[in-house]
């Protein structure tokens, strides 16, 4: 062989060698990143500041490890996190007694106008929620336990447990439950932030009682207001066309790492079932709302303290007006709280908020989205617009009385200030009810003395639900507390007595 043709040999193993060395890093690089990864790995996953904390107060793993993203064609692969998810996803059943009544029309006539009671109804209802931690805390909806008497949990394991309502918050409608155990599978938190419209999610749930139910689809939309006629308290919810149904309430919405991002909780349809939109609220808002019933047993809302021009009403009266409001980038600040702490830090009438802590506002569901994250206290960066010179401002957000303190929830049976005993059955039969406690004592202070209640009177239903022992009080009194008329409608008598109505208005206690 010529020392020409070696050269050529040489050349050819080289080119060969450096070949195989390109081909099996390249190989490498995309079997890691079709791989498992952990949160630092993936591009999108790493949650704010403020979502970590709502996170570590449920004591979540940091480097649990995430799903893979693709198959191996390069499609999107939801089979790793559909498997991971309905774990984390519990079946939730309520139970309600309630008592319909109907008047004794010869008592109507002789002038009493006593309600007799019929038999008790149980009515069952059933939703979905979202094991957070590994001792048993479970995110679900407001609506889905409300005025429950009893709420139990299934897993997909079938295990069932009886589950306590921490508290709940009819606002967000969101409510946090507990089971005791301290081994459960849960779901992490991810980046609602950066969910992207036209990206792949979950819905896991358990739509028309079937169990651990997964549907695909996309983000439709973000910042979504006015859902369900704007009842709801927050105007940031995640659209999707996933298919969510009746059942579906309180369930996990999850990208395809098979991290957290929403809770399920509306649909918009004439008929009641999908119709092919969606609403979840964003996990950077319902993990704060749960960690503040967890820490604090009520919602802590922050509050810059302006007004904003509602554009849609605008719009009926001078439809110009509000064609040029709407063009406006940012929440244009219309007036003040009558205790504000955007006035406080210098912010003025006219000024366009167009960003919190340097996250663009582009209108008031994106700025009411941001300051869903704090409570009161926090301190924030707020840019504003003045006349087309950009001003930053330092401000303390205060809560709804003007104040930067944090409020704690309170014992919903001190604000009656009564204790109660259960009836024996025997004595119920004697005094011819079938539900019934009886006040015990009651304190000089509370709002049963106030109204008249006192030791020896039975309750036998509140706000129509029938009552036999201190928990369903406290249950009725919670769920009061949640709603928007806050009263409690009692019956009852003292032995011998005749039955009596008593109205009790719980905002008489603040």
């Not at 010529?2 to 040999?9: A, F, I, M, P």
């Not at 996990?252 to 119709?275: D, H, M, P, W």
């Not at 022992?469 to 507390?481: G, L």
Request: proline letters at 3%; glycine letters at 10%; charged letters at 20%.
């Amino acid at each position: 062989m010529n020392t020409g043709n070696s050269k050529n040999v040489f050349i050819i193993v080289l080119v060969a060698i450096l070949s195989s060395v390109v081909t099996l890093l390249g190989y490498n690089v995309i079997n890691r990143n079709n791989g498992s990864s952990s949160f630092s790995d993936l591009p999108g996953s790493r949650i704010s500041e403020e979502v970590r904390a709502y996170a570590d107060s449920f004591e979540q793993d940091k480097n649990v490890v995430l799903t893979n993203l693709t198959t191996s064609d390069g499609y999107p692969d939801f089979t790793e996190a559909a498997a991971k998810s309905v774990d984390g996803v519990v079946h939730v059943k309520t139970t309600t007694i309630s008592q319909q009544q109907y008047i004794n029309p010869f008592d109507f006539f002789f002038g009493f106008g006593d309600r007799m009671p019929s038999q008790p109804r149980e009515q069952v209802g059933y939703g979905s929620g979202v094991i957070i931690s590994k001792d048993g805390y479970i995110i679900t909806n407001n609506h889905v336990v409300d005025k429950a008497n009893e709420v139990s949990v299934t897993l997909n394991d079938n295990r069932e447990f009886k589950a306590k309502v921490v508290g709940t918050d009819r606002m967000s409608d969101i409510a946090l439950l507990k089971i005791d155990g301290d081994d459960f599978p849960y779901l992490t938190f991810g980046n609602s932030d950066a969910l992207k419209v036209g990206e792949w999610v979950l819905a896991v749930g358990n739509p028309f009682n079937l169990t651990s139910t997964v549907t695909a689809g996309i983000v439709s939309a973000k910042n979504r207001g006015n859902v369900m006629g704007g009842g709801l308290g927050i105007q940031s919810f995640i659209q999707i066309d996933a298919a969510v149904n009746p059942g579906n309430s309180g369930g996990a919405l999850v990208n395809t790492r098979g991290e957290l991002v929403g809770i399920n909780t509306a649909i918009y349809s004439q008929t009641g079932n999908f119709a092919g939109y969606a609403f979840a609220v964003p996990i950077s808002i319902a993990g704060k709302i749960a960690a503040d019933l967890k820490e604090y047993g009520t919602v802590q809302r922050a509050l810059l303290g302006i007004q904003a021009p509602n554009i849609e009403i605008i719009g009926r009266q001078d439809p110009q007006k509000a064609r040029e409001l709407s063009q406006i980038k940012g929440v244009l600040v219309e007036d003040f709280s009558d205790r504000s702490a955007a006035k406080a830090a210098g912010i003025q009438k006219g000024d366009v908020i167009n960003a919190i802590n340097n996250v663009p506002i582009r209108n008031f569901a994106e700025l009411q989205s941001q300051l869903n994250r704090y409570r009161p206290g926090d301190k924030i960066s707020v840019t504003v617009d003045r006349n087309g010179n950009s001003h930053s401002f330092n401000v303390e957000l205060t809560n709804n009385e003007g104040s930067t303190e944090i409020t704690r929830g309170t014992n919903a049976l001190n604000t009656l200030g009564a204790t109660f005993k259960q009836i024996p059955d025997e004595r119920k039969r004697a005094l011819g009810i079938s539900s019934g406690i009886e006040v015990e004592s009651v304190k000089s202070n509370g709002l049963f003395r106030k109204e008249g209640i006192n030791k020896g009177f039975i309750i036998m239903r509140i706000n129509n639900t029938p009552v036999n022992s201190e928990s369903d009080v406290a249950n009725i009194v919670s769920a009061a507390n949640n709603s928007q008329d806050k009263v409690l409608l009692i019956a009852g008598f003292y032995p011998n007595g005749r039955t009596q109505y008593i109205a009790i208005d719980l905002t008489s206690s603040r």
